[in-house]
């Protein structure tokens, strides 16, 4: 009997060592109302942007590593030990999808953390399965190089391109910023209300190219307007926001903006029973006008949008 104990100890060790960058969200499925993930954008994300390195004989390591399109991402930063939301990122338009959270009670955190951070799993899944500050994540890549011989050669290929390739970067959003457009959180900070919640939002993989005045007017009393229903009357709240993509718009020819912003609610009572949902679905520009409907009505909405159907919220349609 010892052989098979010690398989199932080794089996259960693999499955708490799983990383952020998965096949799916079973480890953060807590999330989703009813652990049941939306349906119809796994269809909607783009490929992985082509690296044609052999033809200029460079080693396979130096290339970002070719996953699969989209990304699902259990949301995680070096000071917990746990996962915070859900994202499901799209590696070709290098813009999350979706994001999945629970709404905190109680006044937001404190000052910003000052930077967004990057995903090293989504350049190779053996690297670091918590976002990291752009220049631990370089520092990453160089030993994950060195470690595969490939220090020294083709310089074009090193630390910077390998996180260009992966997701989207500092200089897309200061490009962004010129064209009238601000890190806009799918998952907000003010939803918050404990620092490691707080700064496990500022990545890259939970910001789009959000219109500027859309995010500080619009959008941010939406927020605040979820907050209060949370704090009035649920005893929980489930969010998803996500951005619908421009596929003719893009920021720094890499970066997809966003032609609408949506985000759908389950709240329930102290025994988890739905008691109010609702969905929201606005315009990525200045003259935006919030939509306030059923969440049944977003998914005809967003079906429509990206030609697919779509399922957000099952089972809390109240």
Not at 103 to 130: D, M, N, T, W
Not at 167 to 183: C, F, H, I, L, T
């Amino acid at each position: 009997m010892q052989p098979l104990y010690l398989l199932i100890v080794a089996v259960a060790l693999v499955a708490l060592g799983t990383a952020e960058v998965m096949n799916d969200f079973s480890s953060c499925i807590k999330y989703f109302f009813g652990e049941k993930p939306p349906t119809g954008f796994e269809k909607t994300a783009f490929p992985v942007p082509e690296e044609h390195l052999n033809e200029n004989n460079v080693p396979e390591c130096l290339a970002a590593y070719q996953q699969s399109s989209p990304a699902y991402i259990c949301q995680k930063i070096p000071k917990g030990n746990q996962y915070y939301f859900a994202t499901l990122y799209d590696r070709g338009r290098r813009i999350p999808l979706y994001s999945a959270y629970l709404v905190q009670k109680g006044k937001p955190c404190g000052e910003r953390p000052g930077f967004f951070r990057l995903e090293p799993q989504l350049i190779h899944r053996e690297l670091s399965a918590e976002s990291q500050q752009i220049q631990e994540t370089k520092n990453i890549i160089k030993k994950y190089n060195i470690k595969k011989g490939c220090k020294g050669q083709f310089p074009e290929y090193q630390e910077k391109h390998k996180l260009m390739q992966s997701q989207a970067v500092d200089e897309d959003y200061n490009d962004a910023a010129k064209q009238g457009y601000d890190r806009g959180h799918l998952n907000p900070r003010q939803h918050h209300n404990q620092e490691e919640f707080c700064d496990s939002t500022f990545t890259f993989t939970n910001v789009v190219a959000m219109n500027k005045e859309l995010n500080n007017n619009i959008w941010n009393k939406h927020e605040i307007e979820m907050k209060e229903i949370m704090e009035r009357h649920c005893g929980q709240m489930y969010v998803i926001t996500g951005a619908v993509p421009d596929n003719g718009k893009k920021v720094n020819n890499r970066v997809y903006v966003p032609s609408h912003i949506w985000s759908a609610y389950c709240c329930v009572n102290n025994m988890g029973r739905p008691i109010q949902s609702g969905g929201v679905l606005v315009r990525n520009n200045n003259n935006a006008q919030k939509q306030t409907m059923t969440v049944n009505k977003l998914e005809e909405e967003l079906g429509k949008l990206y030609n697919q159907e779509i399922k957000l919220i099952d089972g809390c349609q109240t």
